[in-house]
């Protein structure tokens, strides 16, 4: 039965030869590539917009490995007129069985949805990321503006 197109026949068991299983050799390979593309995939995609009439920016999409939707995103506070800063309730996170693990970011990348240039400066936190946005004159923007951001 073809319903599974190329993933056919499923599910894949152990044993048996290449049409009908998966050797040893072959189930270690891919358990060990699903846990090395877990382990390079961004952590969390955000991306935040300004409140009418000025205020604090608020996240209005997210998709992350802690879940999906506004609910699982940082708290977004801005600090000062010009530094934003994002943090979790919790360093931790549990994953579908409810196994919790800590989370260390190692890298971001922070963009601007503006119609002029717009550079963003980050500093990773323990639980979340700080980050300052400069126009194209090396000048700090000093209200926020709409932008994104992924961690890793």
């Known amino acids: 039965m073809a319903v599974t197109g190329g993933f056919c026949p499923l599910p894949a068991r152990l044993g048996g030869d290449a049409l ?23 952590f969390c995609f955000f ?8 205020g604090n920016p608020v996240v209005t999409n997210y998709l992350g490995m802690n879940g999906a ?4 995103a940082p708290n977004l506070n801005q600090s000062s007129g010009s530094t934003v800063t994002l943090r979790w309730r919790t360093a931790g996170f549990s994953d579908p069985y409810s196994i919790a693990y800590a989370w260390l970011p190692r890298h971001a ?16 936190l323990n639980d979340g990321i700080r ?22």
């Open 109 to 124: 990348l922070v963009s601007a949805n503006s119609s002029s240039f717009a550079r963003g400066v980050w500093e990773l």
């Open 69 to 72: 939707g506004p609910s699982f």
């Open 20 to 42: 009908s299983g998966l050797t040893a050799e072959q189930h270690a390979r891919l358990a060990a590539d699903t846990v090395a593309k877990k382990r390079t995939a961004p």
């Open 47 to 54: 991306s935040w917009s300004l409140a009418s009439g000025g």
């Open 131 to 152: 980050f300052r946005l400069f126009d194209a004159a090396g000048s700090q923007i000093s209200a926020p503006v709409a932008g994104s951001c992924i961690i890793w």
